[in-house]
């Protein structure tokens, strides 16, 4: 039996290297000497970050139904600023679990590293799932990777925007009151209408909300040229 379970181990750790190489075989680091700032959009697998740099970039991003699609940092070229789409937290699809905190720590490294020139960030979430998923990990005492991410943007002064994607899921009827719920999760007094500037409701896969995010974005840029030029 020993054998048995030693040989399981062993095939699981291969599959974990397999797919930590995969990962690294795709990053493309940034350019040397390249100072312009960054925009990082970040978020749990499947929430619609590539369909936001799509949108923005008007590049021939891959998106998908299947969590984990993007498995490489990619940094696009906007003129005054590069904006990264990075791989997603969480479950991916096909990937080990092991795997996938590797990747988070690489997204966390990447972030932390280039952290003096990046101007904002972009935090997608799911509008839906995201109450879920709050609710269930809340009952087991444990902190969801959403909040973990919203925290973490906060500690490094990052001036997180919030989007909260897929909006089309919610009844119309029922906007304000989601996004107050949503609001108070993420540690935002309610009625979110206060936080106009760092909470935007999207349809991203309908463009909904694209022109908003890119209006926060561009203030941010300029403050942030402002602040380095001083
Ligand atoms: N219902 C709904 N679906 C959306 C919306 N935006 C994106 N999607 C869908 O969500 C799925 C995931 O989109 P992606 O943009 O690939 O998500 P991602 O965050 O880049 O995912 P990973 O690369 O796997 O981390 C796709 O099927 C999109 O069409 C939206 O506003 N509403
Ligand atoms: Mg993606």
């Keep these: 039996m020993q054998y048995e379970n030693t040989n399981k181990e062993q095939s ?22 390249d100072e312009r700032p960054k925009v990082v959009v970040m978020g749990r697998s499947n929430v619609g970050k590539s369909t936001f740099v799509k949108a923005v970039t008007g ?47 690489q997204i966390i490294k990447y972030v932390e590293d280039n952290k003096s020139t990046i101007a904002t960030s972009i935090l997608i979430l799911d509008a839906k ?16 990777i959403d909040l973990e991410m919203a925290d973490f943007l906060e500690e490094l002064s990052l001036n997180p925007i ?34 106009l500037d760092i909470l935007v409701p999207a349809i991203l896969r309908d463009n909904y909300g694209i022109d908003g ?12 040229k402002k602040l380095k030029s001083q």
């Design 59 to 105: 590049e021939n991003v891959r998106v998908g139904k299947k969590p984990g699609v993007t498995l490489k940092i990619t940094e696009y070229d906007m003129g005054t600023y590069l904006l990264v789409d990075l791989p997603g937290f969480g479950y991916m699809e096909g990937i080990e679990k092991k795997a996938q905190e590797k990747i988070k720590d």
């Design 162 to 195: 919030f989007v909260i994607n897929k909006m089309d899921k919610i009844k119309n009827s029922e906007w304000d009151a989601h996004l107050d719920r949503v609001s108070e999760k993420l540690g935002f007094l309610p009625p979110w209408r206060q936080w």
């Design 213 to 224: 995010i890119k209006h926060r974005i561009n203030r941010h840029i300029q403050a942030f």
């Design 129 to 144: 799932a995201l109450i879920e998923i709050i609710d269930r990990w809340d009952q087991k005492g444990e902190i969801p």
């Design 12 to 33: 699981n750790l291969s599959d974990v290297a397999q797919d930590i190489q995969k990962f690294k075989k795709y990053i493309r680091t940034e350019k040397k000497g």
